[in-house]
T-cell receptor, first 113, second 112 residues
């Protein structure tokens, strides 16, 4: 079963607007990661946030983590058409046992020029 | 560095045929894994390996076999292909499961 679940499933915005995607998960984790997938391609790592961190920034990306609510959000500021892609959260699964990285179903982001 | 490579890019099989999807990495990563991606289902873990000679099952292992004889290679075998195995398969590697995963470009498999 899926550990992480992204919300919304799809998001359509205009260039220059901010995009926010959310991820909820079920069990305790060590880290939470966000990945991006362009259509027909493999996934590319964006950012990793550890369970003892609350917020992390990388360029136009801002990730927050709330372990009490078992949720994370990914904010892309000043979006561009090139940000059009699917975004996935991933958590190490099942109480932090080594060996499992579980992905959510993804949020499909469309940025219109 | 080539990173993670997968072959073939595309494959069409008939029901009952067997085949091996190849995955190789040149980053000396211990952790390697196989995922399948189906529309609306996200990525699901098939098998993973934490080092040469060590493999374990993921969420959807039935119908697939893996082995890890070297650090570099992690082939995925379909024993008797079924239409339900039509999917896009991704291989990934990393220094360990808690860190950034590097993905290959994927193999698109169709089983008729």
């Amino acid at each position: 079963s899926q550990q992480g679940e992204e919300d919304p499933q799809a998001l359509s915005i205009q260039e220059g607007e901010n995009a926010t995607m959310n991820c909820s998960y079920k069990t305790s984790i060590n880290n939470l990661q966000w990945y991006r997938q362009n259509s027909g391609r493999g996934l590319v790592h964006l950012i990793l946030i550890r369970s003892n961190e609350r917020e992390k920034h990388s360029g136009r990306l801002r990730v927050t983590l709330d372990t009490s609510k078992k949720s994370s959000s990914l904010l892309i500021t000043a979006s561009r058409a090139a940000d059009t892609a699917s975004y996935f959260c991933a958590t190490d699964g099942y109480g932090g046992s080594q060996g499992n990285l579980i992905f959510g179903k993804g949020t499909k982001l469309s940025v219109k020029p | 560095n080539a990173g993670v490579t997968q072959t073939p890019k595309f494959q069409v099989l008939k029901t009952g045929q067997s085949m091996t999807l190849q995955c190789a990495q040149d980053m000396n990563h211990e952790y390697m894994s196989w995922y399948r991606q189906d529309p609306g289902m996200g990525l699901r873990l098939i098998h993973y390996s934490v080092g040469a000679g060590i493999t374990d099952q993921g969420e959807v292992p039935n119908g697939y076999n893996v082995s890890r004889s070297t650090t570099e290679d992690f082939p995925l075998r379909l024993l008797s292909a079924a239409p339900s195995q039509t999917s896009v398969y991704f291989c990934a590697s990393s220094s360990d499961v808690y860190n950034e995963q590097f993905f290959g470009p994927g193999t698109r498999l169709t089983v008729l």
